[in-house]
């Protein structure tokens, strides 16, 4: 049975720091991964989407990288900014069909001014 | 370009009380799945439906059903709910291969009292 992890499970940094977050999985046989932002009580909003075959995924400050023969992702937020504060949430998809992600409890980041 | 709607936003239900939740993808997605997200936790899957059949199911009870109508809109109902149903009830689209990624909703927060 897949499982995610995310450490931290928290986060606290003062504004313009770089800061990376990690996202673990237990079978390394997935279709792909992605990393999503919610805000307090909000929906997902999705960030990057690594295919399986992928290393990288870059959108703006952002920098995702998939590392699938160790079970690893990371997100790479530079320079970070108040308006980044929220959780973020790694899932992955086993499948090339149908929507069941296994998500990460995630890791809530404040970057404080 | 609507993304994907969810109504309605907020619920208060009694306990042993049914519920219905609904559902419209985005525009050009034929794939709707839905998520429970208790408080401080990674969203749970629950089930997937395309071409209006359930596709797809996590480990939830029998309470929780689903349909998908022509439109690809869909409903999630839960029947007898219980105190612990209450969360944030998530529902994401896609096309059938997820290749491109999945759309989120807002959420229905449902509180059970």
């Known amino acids: 049975k897949q499982e995610v992890t995310q450490i931290p499970a928290a986060l606290s940094v003062p504004e313009g720091e770089n800061l990376v977050l990690n996202c673990s999985f237990t079978?390394?046989?997935?279709?792909?991964l992605q990393w999503f932002r919610q805000d307090p009580g909000k929906g997902l909003t999705s960030l990057l989407l690594?295919?399986?075959?992928?290393r990288e995924q870059t959108s703006g400050r952002l920098n995702a990288s998939l590392d699938k023969s160790s079970g690893r992702s990371t997100l790479y937020i530079a320079a970070s900014q108040p308006g980044d504060s929220a959780t973020y949430l790694c899932?992955?998809?086993?499948?090339?069909?149908?929507?069941?992600?296994?998500f990460g409890p995630g890791t809530r980041l404040s970057v404080l001014p | 370009d609507a993304g994907v709607t969810q109504s309605p936003t907020h619920l208060i239900k009694t306990r042993g009380q049914q519920v219905t939740l609904r559902c419209s993808p985005k525009?050009?997605?034929?794939?709707v799945s839905w998520y429970q997200q208790a408080l401080g936790q990674g969203p749970q899957f629950i089930f997937q439906?395309?071409?209006?059949?359930?596709?797809q199911r996590g480990n939830f009870p029998d309470r929780f059903s689903g349909h998908q109508f022509p439109n690809y809109s869909s409903e999630l109902n839960v029947n007898a709910l219980l105190l612990g149903d209450s969360a944030l009830y998530l529902c994401?689209?896609?096309?059938?291969?997820?290749?491109?990624?999945?759309?989120f909703g807002s959420g229905t927060r449902l509180t059970v009292v």
């Open positions: 994401a689209s896609s096309s059938w291969s997820g290749f491109y990624g999945y759309t």
């Open positions: 079978d390394s046989a997935i279709y792909n």
């Open positions: 690594i295919q399986s075959s992928q």
């Open positions: 899932a992955v998809k086993e499948h090339n069909y149908g929507q069941n992600f296994v």
């Open positions: 525009s050009g997605h034929d794939t």
């Open positions: 439906y395309y071409e209006e059949e359930e596709r």
